[in-house]
């Protein structure tokens, strides 16, 4: 049976309507603590077991990571003998209005021998979390960055929770493509501005090397001579239900100076309190360099 355009229009408002009752039932802050908890699970089971069966564990089957270019994360832990020593906790988390997509992200830890003293190498990790049919939180995405031993650890846990409803949910995912195409076409221009110009308040910049940027002054410090032209390349993205929180990840290339650099990229996008599209995290992971 052929539906009409209106008929059509009237089941896309019946799916807003339910996805909004959905979202409604959604208690915000027992949703990141759970979210918050299956990372820690992560960790834990990864300090019993190794990080290898901890990952098989935890991925869902289409999972990405990134060795250094993306790939299905389930099919490489599954055939890789490799099982890194790796610690990691969770500092900060946000999720979206409904509780089925969120992210976790903090410092980690990188050991060359498990009978080592002292970490061989530091960074901080980035995981996306979705739920699966059954509601349990799986890793849909999983991506880090090394960079210098921080001077103050980490300890405390914050989160970022959505506190309004969707302003406008029926243009919610053209607004987004509006987004990121405009996005897209100020990082061909600068690389610094672009980002900044669709920053919210508490993004986080993580580049390899550097500790991460928290927040718009930090980020402004950080890219302030990143006067690089970018061109990304989306590989594949993702969104909640209804669509508030998104993330994108792809491969860039960059200029500057006539000096070409080339790697990876994710960036996580929600909807903030006035309605609009934000970057909420943007990494750039360039490529090692070959001998």
Aim: with cysteine; proline share 5%.
């Amino acid at each position: 049976m052929i539906l009409s355009r209106l008929s059509k229009f009237f089941l896309f408002l019946a799916f807003l309507a339910l996805a909004g009752a959905r979202a409604a039932d959604v208690d915000p802050g027992k949703a990141v603590g759970s979210l918050i908890a299956a990372e820690k699970a992560y960790a834990k089971l990864a300090g019993e077991k190794g990080f290898r069966e901890a990952s098989l564990s935890v991925f869902a089957d289409d999972a990405v990571i990134f060795t250094p270019n993306a790939v299905n994360g389930k099919k490489f832990w599954r055939e890789t003998k490799d099982d890194p020593a790796i610690t990691w906790r969770p500092t900060f988390a946000s999720i979206s209005r409904s509780g089925d997509l969120g992210y976790t992200t903090g410092p980690s830890e990188f050991w060359k021998s498990r009978d080592a003293k002292n970490p061989d190498g530091f960074g901080h990790f980035v995981t996306i979390w979705r739920k699966d049919m059954k509601g349990v939180w799986k890793v849909a995405l999983d991506v880090g960055i090394n960079h210098p031993q921080p001077q103050e650890p980490e300890t405390e846990i914050r989160t970022y929770l959505p506190n309004s409803s969707l302003v406008h949910p029926q243009s919610a995912d053209a607004d987004l493509e509006k987004t990121e195409r405009n996005f897209a076409e100020s990082l061909n221009d600068d690389e610094g501005d672009a980002i900044i110009d669709h920053a919210s308040d508490d993004i986080r910049v993580y580049r390899r090397g550097q500790l991460p940027a928290v927040g718009s002054t930090a980020a402004k410090k950080m890219l302030a001579e990143e006067d690089a032209k970018t061109t990304r390349t989306p590989l594949g993205v993702g969104n909640s239900t209804p669509i508030d929180l998104a993330y994108e990840y792809g491969e860039y290339t960059s200029e500057r100076d006539n000096t070409a650099q080339r790697g990876i990229y994710v960036c996580i996008w929600r909807i903030d309190s006035d309605g609009q599209w934000r970057l909420a995290l943007d990494l750039q992971k360039s490529a090692p360099e070959k001998p």
